[in-house]
């Protein structure tokens, strides 16, 4: 069994989250691995989603407010491949019944 955590560090003075670690335990819990280095050191990270219809495929999504990236794991969180995306990304959701479906949402404004 794999537990995957992701923790972030909320400044209160800045009013925003300044760090985050991504966290895998391959026996129940008893020691965690730190991601960081998978995904990037200094990288925010926002949301951590594991697909309904393949429970080894996860994925991240980095802070929109720094970097809009998603990564993708296909072996329980091991490794990940870096996906940018060129568009804000304020929500991720696997499809329900395709695990290689990504559904994602952005607000636009046309100026």
């Not at 069994?1 to 026996?27: A, C, H, Q």
């Not at 050191?41 to 802070?63: A, F």
């Not at 990236?69 to 499809?95: C, P, T, V």
Request: aromatic share 14%; hydrophobic share 35%; charged share 25%.
């Amino acid at each position: 069994m794999v537990i995957l955590i992701l923790t972030k560090l909320y400044d209160f003075n800045l009013g925003t989250v300044t760090e985050s670690s991504l966290w895998r335990s391959t026996d129940y819990g008893t020691t965690y691995e730190k991601l960081n280095d998978k995904v990037g050191l200094k990288r925010v990270l926002s949301y951590l989603y594991v697909c309904p219809t393949n429970k080894k495929k996860i994925m991240v999504l980095s802070d929109p407010e720094l970097e809009s990236s998603i990564f993708i794991s296909s072996d329980e969180g091991a490794s990940y491949q870096k996906f940018r995306m060129n568009f804000y990304i304020l929500s991720l959701l696997f499809h329900p019944t395709h695990e290689d479906w990504v559904l994602a949402y952005t607000a636009t404004t046309r100026r």
